[in-house]
């Protein structure tokens, strides 16, 4: 007869792996409330930050075998990226923690695209080849010289 003790536990595991992705949800949502309160450079850091936890929680999908599921969030890590890029140019705030999270967001999601088929992996790879240039238009803003006001004659 099997310990009554070592079954707790098996449950107990189960019970966490089932709640893990829900979890994560949760933190998705209130980052993403949370970044819609926000302005400026915290705007666009919290929105990396939501892309970043997006790109986790596409590779749960992925693994839990919700393929359409994980194409979608993928999806929305681009959308997300995309507003901390444009809200971190456009105030000119955060921009390097920005740049930082959407960097690893994009070696991340790498790492995901790595461990899928074949047939899953090329969405993954453009959504990652956009992710670098988001990237590199922040550092060309931030390393731009600045801009000479002309002066009326």
């Known amino acids: ?3 009554p003790q070592g ?8 019970l966490l792996l089932a709640v893990l992705p829900l979890a994560a949800q ?6 993403k409330a949370e970044a819609e ?44 990226a995309t507003l901390a890029r444009d809200i971190s140019v456009k105030t000119r705030g955060k921009m390097k923690e920005t740049e930082i999270h959407l960097r690893q967001a994009e070696r991340r999601l790498e790492a995901v695209r790595r461990t899928l ?5 090329p969405p993954l790879e453009q959504v990652e080849k956009q992710l670098e240039r988001l990237r590199n238009d922040l550092l060309d803003a931030m390393f731009a010289p ?3 006001e002309h002066k009326p004659s």
């Open 7 to 14: 079954k707790i536990a098996f449950i107990c595991m189960l």
């Open 146 to 148: 600045p801009k000479k």
């Open 37 to 80: 309160r926000a302005s400026g450079g915290h705007q666009a850091v919290l929105y990396a930050q939501l892309a970043q936890q997006l790109v986790d929680l596409a590779d749960h999908q992925f693994t839990d075998a919700l393929p359409e599921q994980g194409q979608s969030t993928v999806q929305d890590v681009l959308k997300y």
């Open 117 to 121: 088929s074949v047939d899953d992996r």
């Open 1 to 3: 007869m099997a310990h």
């Open 26 to 31: 949760k933190t998705v949502e209130a980052l």
